[in-house]
């Protein structure tokens, strides 16, 4: 039972509960100070680490361990233990701290009856998951994307229609916790898609932001596989660790009430 963290760099480890592993990704290229596991070993996908972001660490995770429950952290963001924003930052307001979700009580989730521990949603821009990809990124790497599942997992196709043209909200980061079989077929449906999309999209002239296009990818086909399959889910609050201290939780918490009274109003 591993959260392995996702990391590119040092960061203050030690505090981390028992259960979480820093995984040092695109590790033929970045230095390990702290002699972090790395995505470099056995069957790897390191040098993709500039395209496929965090997703080279779960790419090594799928290929190279044999943890009975498996989480992946984005970047040293983690999952909290409340379900509410808000009771997240009252709680760091007062300790002065977040503390990550012990990996015992995510392990319970699972013997309960919970088969996917996600980042509860967020809202990712103005108008659908589409709209806003097209926004901020190619569109047509999402049409690309969706050709791709049309063809190759036909059955996929409404549940992507539906999350990418009529939600507006999804859980990001790739961040997950889960069981082992779960992972697997997973990791083997999206890296079927991604590879394939590898093949078809030229991302040469892309600047470096845009480069990073199949860990956007991963963020929101994460969405669509929990769709279809529809299993039993558990949302959990994510926060950034290098940000989140009493004055950072405090402004979050005022700008969350203002928004959310601009909203109603």
Request: hydrophobic fraction near 35%.
């Amino acid at each position: 039972m591993t959260f392995y963290v996702i990391t590119h760099k040092h960061f203050n480890y030690q505090s981390l509960p028992i259960g979480y592993t820093p995984l040092l990704v695109g590790a033929n290229k970045n230095q390990n100070p702290d002699s972090f596991i790395t995505d470099n070993t056995g069957d790897n996908i390191s040098n993709k680490n500039y395209s496929f972001c965090e997703l080279t660490g779960l790419y090594w995770m799928w290929k190279n361990t044999k943890d009975k429950n498996i989480g992946l952290a984005h970047y040293r963001r983690y999952f909290s233990k409340y379900t509410s924003f808000n009771i997240l930052y009252l709680t760091t307001i007062i300790k002065g701290h977040s503390q990550p979700v012990s990996v015992s009580q995510l392990d319970t989730w699972l013997k309960d009856g919970t088969d996917w521990i996600v980042a509860t949603p967020q809202i990712g821009g103005v108008g659908s998951l589409w709209e806003q990809f097209d926004h901020f990124h190619h569109i047509k790497d999402l049409e690309i994307t969706r050709n791709i599942i049309k063809e190759t997992f036909p059955e996929y196709i409404s549940s992507f229609d539906k999350v990418m043209k009529h939600n507006n909200q999804a859980s990001f980061y790739n961040m997950f916790y889960t069981r082992r079989e779960e992972m697997d077929k997973y990791c083997e449906w999206l890296f079927e898609i991604l590879f394939q999309a590898e093949k078809q999209v030229d991302i040469s002239s892309y600047d470096q932001y845009q480069q990073r296009l199949y860990g956007f990818l991963g963020e929101r086909l994460l969405n669509v596989w929990l769709d279809h399959r529809q299993p039993k889910i558990k949302q959990l609050v994510e926060y950034n660790s290098d940000s989140m201290a009493r004055i950072d939780a405090a402004r979050l918490l005022k700008h969350n009430l203002i928004t959310r009274n601009v909203n109603l109003s």
